[in-house]
């Protein structure tokens, strides 16, 4: 089942069953008129929206066009949004620059952070910002939880998932040194995350999603040239069930609550290998390849974004189907 | 104007005015069901809001006894959390327990960390905790904001201060330097809080509001016994301006957004000068006196909180009535 969330209708927006195809939408106001509420009441819902979503799937329903650029998204504003670090390749690269370890507790201890979640961007909104602020992207995987109980173990965890979702986790590279070195985490340095135009259950990805992972690769454009094809199954070293049991072990996570893994990174050899014109899988945010260009040149080469640059995100199935729709971010910089 | 949300009625509760003495409410389903319903379209709530409190004032309106002890917090689950550490003496103590300096930056760039807010307890509600985690409270003054425009200068900020409550926010001391150290903030050291049954208008506090801070002492007792009264007002860097404006430097903040200003803590000599036992204004939570204990004793003696230990937190106005009802949380050990 495909779920996404249109703009009109107020705050959280105007929740939608989109077809398989991203063809057709229809607007459920008898079943739930907003994700969150249908996410509340899941086990009421959630047969009724399949049944809306079949009938879609087999034009038997009443529909209107789906435009992915009306969208909001998923949830437009969430209760929780917690996002990971769990591709340790990454985090390795990003110690390695600076001449760091990696602490052995890294590869058994997940290494999270508590994300703002009140006013997220759509997926076709601007990133609006300051360039000195230094303008990524993190392209991720995320899920979306019902009820988690406090102390839940990842197998029950994982059984919690409702819906999984791309985003953009924006990031202000150039703010993140002195918010880490005060010590309390991020927070200017991580602005409105923007989700992709449609959640989907976990079914919906066939045999794509088993042991609580996505096993496709994400797809990353940037200014419309292949930037990074990395598999999110690869190289990830917590699961889905791993990393919600990890924020649920203090508290009780209630429905709704978005999970990231992190930017995906696979394990590469180099600067040269690593990249899309070298048959390498590229890379999902620009502090990436900025990691290889400081470790072997002394210093990262590529910029960070600038005014009117553009960022595209998907997944596409075995098939060559869009599963999520698409997140395209342009840049729009502040004037100071 | 004071305002509850009663535990019945669905995940977000039910909104009732509360009249100024707390004696009386009244559900208001006709202006608003729930809080973040009346805070995400004030404008028009407001005046109706404001009606219905001054005649429960004048006892002219139909009411229920209000019973602080069927509250949950007035917003059980909120889209924004972020809370500051604006008591520098605060700071100030834990660094010098350990050695470390206050960086000069401190002085004029607020701390503050992203909150986890899906999923709060009731101003009544036990703290179900592991005793080996380190059971805290931290005894706060908040804010609830309308939306803030990513940029808003302080003052700006300041008008959009919607209201104001107090908070328990419950802290796991003996996760926190694993977390800490791991760079990414909190998560599991900051479980679900709790907010006081009644949250205010600013105006509510006359004249101990100006300037963006309340001007007025935080009692808190542990087991029945005073433990601190600091002036709120006082030692605390920033304001509630300041401390909204940091939060929306790069990011809009949405209607219902809760800001907070850290543990109270006022300056004071010494562990033995600071105690309420001898003349001082004590503290707000546990970890201040241990850091006296550890810079004049070597080791903090004063244990975390246990199964059964109780901490109550209120604010009095001049006159001696109780302003926001009472936090009163129990802890009740989880059996491991």
């Given at each position: 089942m495909k779920l996404a969330t249109l703009k009109q209708g107020g705050r959280d927006g105007t929740l939608v069953v989109v077809s398989r195809d991203l063809a057709r939408c229809r607007a459920v106001p008898a079943v739930a008129r907003t994700l969150q509420a249908a996410l509340d009441d899941w086990t009421a819902c959630e047969s009724q929206l399949r049944e809306v979503y079949e009938a879609l799937n087999s034009d038997a329903e009443e529909w209107q066009p789906f435009d992915e650029a009306a969208c909001h998204s998923p949830l437009p504003r969430a209760y929780q949004w917690a996002d990971g670090s769990a591709y340790i390749n990454h985090v390795e690269l990003v110690r390695k620059a600076r001449n760091a370890e990696v602490p052995s507790s890294f590869y058994t201890d997940p290494l999270m952070y508590q994300g703002g979640s009140d006013s997220f961007i759509g997926p076709r909104d601007a990133v609006v910002a300051d360039e000195a602020w230094g303008i990524d992207f993190e392209a991720e995987a995320t899920v979306v939880t019902?009820?988690?109980?406090?102390?839940?173990?990842?197998?029950?965890?994982?059984?919690?998932?409702?819906?999984?979702?791309?985003?953009?986790?924006?990031?202000?590279?150039?703010?993140?040194?002195?918010?880490?070195?005060?010590?309390?985490?991020?927070?200017?340095?991580?602005?409105?995350?923007?989700?992709?135009?449609?959640?989907?259950?976990?079914?919906?990805?066939?045999?794509?999603?088993?042991?609580?992972?996505?096993?496709?690769?994400?797809?990353?454009?940037?200014?419309?040239?292949?930037?990074?094809?990395?598999?999110?199954?690869?190289?990830?070293?917590?699961?889905?069930?791993?990393?919600?049991?990890?924020?649920?072990?203090?508290?009780?996570?209630?429905?709704?609550?978005?999970?990231?893994?992190?930017?995906?990174?696979?394990?590469?050899?180099?600067?040269?290998?690593?990249?899309?014109?070298?048959?390498?899988?590229?890379?999902?945010?620009?502090?990436?390849?900025?990691?290889?260009?400081?470790?072997?040149?002394?210093?990262?080469?590529?910029?960070?974004?600038?005014?009117?640059?553009?960022?595209?995100?998907?997944?596409?199935?075995?098939?060559?189907?869009?599963?999520?729709?698409?997140?395209?971010?342009?840049?729009?910089?502040?004037?100071?």
């Open positions: 019902g009820d988690v109980p406090r102390g839940a173990t990842p197998a029950e965890a994982a059984k919690a998932i409702r819906l999984v979702m791309l985003v953009n986790d924006v990031s202000l590279r150039n703010l993140i040194p002195n918010e880490l070195a005060k010590g309390f985490g991020f927070f200017q340095s991580k602005p409105a995350s923007a989700f992709s135009p449609v959640a989907v259950t976990p079914d919906e990805l066939g045999e794509a999603w088993h042991d609580a992972k996505v096993h496709l690769p994400l797809v990353v454009h940037l200014n419309g040239k292949l930037f990074g094809r990395p598999e999110v199954g690869v190289d990830v070293t917590f699961d889905f069930g791993q990393l919600i049991a990890h924020v649920a072990k203090t508290r009780e996570l209630e429905a709704g609550s978005i999970i990231g893994s992190g930017t995906v990174s696979n394990k590469q050899d180099d600067l040269w290998g690593s990249s899309i014109e070298h048959g390498g899988v590229g890379y999902c945010c620009l502090a990436e390849v900025r990691t290889y260009e400081t470790i072997e040149q002394g210093e990262p080469a590529t910029p960070f974004m600038r005014d009117g640059d553009v960022v595209r995100i998907e997944m596409f199935d075995r098939a060559g189907r869009n599963i999520f729709g698409t997140i395209e971010n342009r840049v729009a910089t502040l004037k100071g």
